[in-house]
């Protein structure tokens, strides 16, 4: 298996990675079945589904889309502005991306068939990579001091059908409030999001990202004076008996150079495709995902999360065969 993976690295990836919008051609084949080699034979288009443009996804998605091309072979990709994780895997499993980013728990209900999803939806993992972090602030000026506080306020719960609507809903009924009727929600992108903090038309944010997420950094360099983060992990007993995926973690006060360290919750992500998507093809961007990291780490820090040790840890989404192979060879004793 080894000198197969030597063979695809030397001349079975493509060259080119396209960026933004975009037809596919040459999609990738459906799994036929077999010994899971690694090599792709045919010219094959994947299209990557990230998240907003000021977002962790979107900038560890282009950089994979590229790392992939850049790799050498017979793979090319495209990355997209998407709204994320319940958007994605939407339209992955209609077929309009191959490879989707996603929250952990978007995906556990995927495939489960509950809450945004009515029956089970047929995706399976590549791996689980960086945690997001909730990151929830609000204007100081607003008198919320924590999420109860919001009744009543204009909150921005993130993008439609996105992963961090999912949790700022859940957040919100986890401090006894009615998402759909306590808070003027406005369902933004974070640009826009970030935009009307500054202007004083929202007075609290969601978000759900990873470490350092662009447009926070925007709001905390332009506005620290103006804004401050709000620790939800007094919520986390009523969220786990939504999804006990959620867990505690830590924002260091270096991402933002805030005045301390920030209490959160945090759920990881994996990287989704369909669960027919060619086990070759499958185990290419598995193994690019790694071969490449410290390329993906240069675009944004959380890829330095992404490890061999968590790559399995998908439950209850299961690892698709290809990327079984890729991971088994990748950990395989030299």
């Known amino acids: 298996m ?107 209900d995927a495939v489960n068939g509950t809450n945004s999803f009515t029956t089970k939806q047929p995706v399976q993992a590549l791996a689980r990579i960086h945690t997001n972090y909730t990151q929830v602030i609000t204007r100081k000026g607003s008198g919320i001091k924590d999420v109860a506080g919001m009744k009543g306020k204009r909150v921005s719960t993130g993008s439609p059908r996105s992963g961090t609507e999912v949790i700022a809903k859940r957040v919100l009924t986890a401090a006894g409030l009615d998402p759909d009727k306590d808070v003027q929600a406005q369902r933004l992108d974070l640009t826009k999001t970030v935009d009307g903090v500054k202007d004083g038309s929202i007075d609290a944010l969601f978000w759900s990202g990873g470490l350092p997420t662009p447009g926070i950094t925007d709001l905390l360099t332009t506005s620290a004076d103006q804004v401050e983060f709000l620790d939800i992990t007094p919520l986390l007993p009523e969220l786990q008996k939504i999804n006990p995926v959620y867990e505690t973690g830590t924002i260091p006060a270096t991402t933002y150079k805030t005045p301390a360290d920030i209490p959160t919750i945090v759920v990881p992500n994996l990287l989704l495709v369909r669960e027919n998507l060619d086990a070759n093809v499958a185990c290419v961007l598995t193994r690019t995902l790694f071969d490449r990291k410290p390329q993906l780490e240069q675009a944004n820090a959380a890829a330095k999360e992404i490890t061999l040790d968590k790559a399995r840890k998908t439950t209850p989404v299961t690892l698709h065969r290809g990327a079984t192979t890729a991971l088994d060879a990748l950990n395989a004793p030299k």
């Open 2 to 108: 080894r000198k197969a993976f030597a063979l695809a690295a030397a001349g079975t990836l493509t060259a080119t990675a396209l960026v933004g919008c975009g037809g596919k051609q040459d999609a990738a084949a459906e799994d036929a079945g077999g010994t899971v080699t690694c090599e792709v034979a045919n010219d094959t288009r994947i299209g990557i589904a990230t998240g907003n443009a000021t977002g962790v996804y979107f900038a560890l998605g282009n950089a994979y889309a590229e790392q992939i091309g850049a790799s050498g072979g017979k793979v090319k990709a495209t990355a997209s502005e998407t709204g994320a994780s319940v958007q994605n895997i939407q339209q992955l499993v209609a077929g309009e991306f191959d490879v989707a980013f996603s929250l952990a728990d978007s995906a556990a």
